[in-house]
């Protein structure tokens, strides 16, 4: 367990060196904010935010640092040490974690105290939705980098994936402002459930449906991962 957590805490102080990824993941969100002030629809940008800070973490971010393990040979290595390989991928998701609570954090309380946005109506769905989209994010994250064979392939992939999906979603503006068509189309991509229960448990009726296409998500990305999932 000590080996796991100091590696859980490498991971982070790697990801929390990366600029771009602190940056939209702590700070851009926030800064999307500040044009709405005043606006009715503060309210449901924040748990959106929440959900495009996870998808720039697990989505955009993790793939590249998994495939430069495999291509600087760290996860063969470490696969003839105590520690195994699969531990250093269960240290990116809660590098991920952590880093998403920090961004969720910051916007949170800025736009409680800042933005006069009332408190989460439902925390513990809040807080069961947030959890599920981190792993949904991260499970997505290990499937581009099971497919990628180089970190600039994984990368690329990253970026193809997730900003169309954060706009089609509602994570980045809201469904409601898109033609009928887009918000069809985003209602069946896997950010779309985890925008809604965000939503929902922040300031609405909390659904057992978007947490149940979350966690199916995760088990059908999972295994799709392991087996295409290379060491080396």
Do not use: N
């Amino acid at each position: 367990m000590r080996a796991f957590t100091r590696m859980s805490a490498t991971e982070l102080t790697l990801l929390s060196r990366d600029p771009g990824t602190l940056f939209f993941m702590v700070a851009f969100p926030l800064m999307l904010l500040v044009p709405h002030t005043g606006s009715e629809r503060i309210a449901v940008l924040v748990p959106s935010y929440l959900a495009m800070i996870l998808a720039i973490g697990g989505i955009s971010a993790l793939p590249g640092f998994v495939v430069t393990y495999r291509e600087r040979k760290v996860l063969r290595r470490l696969a003839t040490t105590p520690i195994a390989p699969l531990a250093v991928l269960a240290a990116q998701v809660v590098a991920q974690l952590v880093m998403g609570l920090a961004g969720a954090a910051i916007i949170v309380v800025a736009a409680l105290a800042a933005f006069g946005v009332d408190a989460p109506a439902h925390p513990a769905p809040l807080a069961l939705a947030f959890v599920l989209t981190v792993l949904m994010t991260c499970s997505l994250g290990f499937l581009i980098a099971a497919v990628a064979r180089t970190v600039r392939v994984a990368d690329l992939l990253g970026l193809m994936i997730m900003f169309p999906m954060i706009f089609l979603s509602g994570a980045a503006i809201p469904r409601e402002g898109l033609p009928p068509s887009l918000r069809a189309i985003g209602e069946y991509l896997p950010l779309g459930p985890a925008v809604t229960a965000l939503r929902e448990g922040w300031a609405g009726t909390p659904t057992a449906l978007p947490l149940l296409a979350l966690t199916g998500i995760i088990v059908v990305s999972t295994v799709i991962s392991a087996a295409l999932f290379r060491w080396e």
